[in-house]
């Protein structure tokens, strides 16, 4: 695994994790200091900002990587504990969908807002919270690196080509797909582990980490096919209400200092 810059990492995990205790010296060793940083609780309750900026994280290479793995350690600690939560599956399921290879960043950054948000609401209210969602990722689509890759990309019609997208993605994402990128993030994992495996006390936290992860696979075959069904209604409630806003979007500009970005706020 190449080098990462850890003040990028820092700041990144930051949004995910509780902070240390401010007397805590932290290890100048960013892996070291990955590894104390997981061991706290996942911050469920992240106020939406942080929600945007941990979206914004998937256009930094690494950095996004090693907090998927963060998301993914959280997902395995709850299911753990316990297995039965159908709800701990399908977030487990929504972490996967970040991994997978053919996942562009701008398309992971606008998916990562919704699933933090249908994450929040639960099972009962998908539709509100994608509703509730879709402020947030025009908010995550109006930040430089996003509109950077609009234009790079020459797309003037945002919501139509996320539509498009967003079914690419949908007809590709199975069970298969999401347990071969389980596996895959183990092999990251494993890696991430073997850098700091050799470190008094936090070698061990990260070895039981590690078992907590395997463990948590070999009861993903069946976890995972038990919540498709949702991951589909989830992603046919995303399409639908960005297809909504296409419709709108092509009614007006609404910042025309940028031609490349049309919508209604």
Known sequence: MPEVNPTQMRNALAWTTNEQPTEEEVSSNPWEWFWQAVQGDFNDNRSTGQIVVDAAISMIPLVDQVCDVRDLIANCKKLRQDPSDTWAWVALALTLIGLIPFLGSLVKGVLKVFFAFVRRAGGDAIATAV?????????????????????????????????????????????????????SAIGTLRQLVGKVEDIPVVGKRANHALEQVLWVRSKANEGIARVSLTIDAIFDKIILRIEGEAALSRQAIVNLNNIHYRGAL
Do not use: C, M
Request: proline residues 2%.
């Open 131 to 183: 509703d509730g969602a879709l402020t947030w990722v025009i908010t995550l689509l109006r930040r430089q690196a996003f509109q950077k890759y609009l234009r790079d990309h020459k797309i003037d019609q945002v919501f139509v080509w996320l539509a498009k997208e967003l079914k690419v993605v949908r007809s590709k994402v199975n069970p298969a797909e999401l347990l071969k990128a389980f596996d």
